[in-house]
């Protein structure tokens, strides 16, 4: 009865390494999705998986992004070259239906990097 | 461009009051609505959702109300408690063809006891 989880859960970073964050969704779950939460802001959107189909990346701020499911379950965001401002939380969730763009959305605990 | 926004950052009220936290929001093609509730160290939960062919949805003590003629949504918890002092994000789809959920910025609820 595990929820989302996601690996680390801290992680600090030099300017210019490069950064991956795991995410686990819940077991069946279609959809997925990642966020950037900022210090004192709500979660920005950064890209949606349908089973392992990334059916929208527009929310991926630079070309420095990239997140991969290649099997449809475990999702990884890929950071290139951290700059400063990456610092934030990243935030995942799954939903259990896909290609909707409503229902429940059950998240993780975030990850946070901090980029010194 | 699309936002949502909330009136008030932060709110305190007694214990056993009610609480009521409104948003704003600018897309008027938004079609559905969510409230999450995120407390220090995790991610947010969710509370309650409405579709934009209802102006009203009642959960567990949780109530939400959407006049789209203002185009506002707003939270009420009845006889608030400790355990629901967090950050209240409302979220809107967007109403566009992605999959983007867009998030406010957020509203501090202080449960005094």
């Known amino acids: 009865g595990a929820g989302v989880s996601q690996s680390p859960r801290y992680k600090v970073a030099k300017r210019g390494q490069d950064v991956a964050l795991r995410c686990d969704p819940i077991s069946g779950h279609v959809s997925l999705f990642w966020y950037q939460q900022a210090l004192g802001q709500g979660p920005e959107f950064l890209t949606y998986f349908q089973n392992e189909a990334q059916l929208d990346k527009s929310g991926l701020p630079s070309d420095r992004f990239f997140a991969e499911r290649p099997e449809g379950s475990v999702s990884t965001l890929k950071i290139q070259r951290t700059q400063q401002e990456d610092s934030a939380v990243y935030l995942c969730?799954?939903?259990?239906?896909?290609?909707?763009?409503?229902?429940?959305?059950?998240f993780g605990p975030g990850t946070r990097l901090t980029v010194l | 461009g699309e936002s949502v926004g909330l009136h008030l950052p932060t709110l305190s009220v007694q214990e056993g009051d009610n609480s009521i936290i409104n948003c704003a929001y600018s897309n008027s093609a938004s079609d559905y609505f969510i409230w999450y509730k995120q407390e220090s160290g995790k991610g947010p939960q969710f509370i309650i959702d409405?579709?934009?062919?209802?102006d009203k949805r009642q959960g567990q003590r949780v109530t939400v109300l959407l006049n789209k003629t203002v185009k506002h949504l707003s939270l009420q918890i009845a006889a608030t408690q400790p355990g629901d002092s967090a950050v209240y994000f409302c979220a809107e789809n967007g109403g566009g063809g992605g999959f983007k959920t867009i998030f406010g910025a957020g509203t501090r609820l202080f449960v005094k006891a």
């Open positions: 969730a799954s939903s259990l239906v896909g290609g909707r763009r409503e229902g429940e959305q059950f």
């Open positions: 409405i579709r934009s062919n209802m």
